[in-house]
């Protein structure tokens, strides 16, 4: 069966600018979750989609991050004017919501800001 | 032995030897806890979980302890083999923030 996807794999954009990174999560998972991961790091937690609750946005590190899920499913993560310390891997991964339900995470964008 | 790396503690082993790999959680109401292991370019896959209502818990060559006295997780992975290198990861689960909490990470090494 399909897992997490996440797209693109690696984006390389110059600082300042924009991106947008996607992720479908499992079909039939209400709950989603965005981290960031750098080089030889553990996991940051950024932000977290429940069903149609109002997401828990504690994570963000600055008003540049924003993220939305639509439909309850699709999920995208903007990072406005970039800036190099956002260089990381941003890694999504959905579950079923219940209680004591596990992570699946998709592998992960690699962003590059030079 | 175990060392400290420029950014993750290192664990190596001799293939076929046993592995244990510990974890300190940081929060005593954190119910539910999970090992992931990351290999490079990859995302984090789940190995296996336990419950807090639980202290042991054994699947195919792993077994996780968890020790809510001292707040402790350890994964024992058996005969270790060269596709376990990787990096291992727990998460515990805080029900007051609803998300996962990921420990810093330990790099297996194993060694020929």
């Known amino acids: 069966g399909a897992g997490v996807s996440q797209s693109p794999s690696n984006k390389v954009t110059e600082k300042g600018k924009d991106v947008e990174l996607r992720c479908d999560p499992i079909?039939?998972?209400?709950?989603l979750y965005w981290y960031r991961q750098s080089l030889g790091q553990g996991l940051e937690f950024l932000i977290y989609?429940?069903?149609?609750?109002?997401?828990?946005k504690s994570g963000l590190p600055s008003d540049r991050f924003s993220a939305e899920r639509t439909g309850g499913s699709v999920s995208t993560l903007t990072i406005q004017r970039t800036q190099q310390e956002d260089s990381a891997v941003y890694l999504c991964?959905?579950?079923?919501?219940?209680?004591?339900?596990?992570?699946?995470f998709g592998n992960g964008t690699r962003l590059t800001v030079t | 032995g175990e060392s400290v790396g420029l950014h993750l503690p290192t664990l190596s082993v001799q293939e076929g030897d046993n592995s244990i790999i510990n974890c300190a959680y940081s929060?005593?109401?954190?119910?539910?806890f999970i090992w992931y292991k990351q290999e490079s370019g990859k995302g984090p896959q789940f190995i296996i979980d336990i419950r807090s209502n639980m202290d042991k818990r054994q699947g195919q060559r792993v077994t996780v302890l968890l020790n809510k006295t001292v707040k402790h997780l350890s994964l024992q992975i058996a005969a270790t083999q060269p596709g376990d290198s990787a990096v291992y990861f727990c998460a515990e689960f805080t029900p007051y923030g609803q998300n996962f909490v990921f420990g810093p990470g330990t790099r297996l090494s194993v060694l020929p």
């Open positions: 989609f429940q069903g149609n609750s109002a997401p828990d």
């Open positions: 929060n005593s109401a954190s119910d539910y």
């Open positions: 079909s039939g998972h209400t709950a």
């Open positions: 991964a959905s579950s079923l919501g219940l209680l004591n339900s596990p992570l699946h």
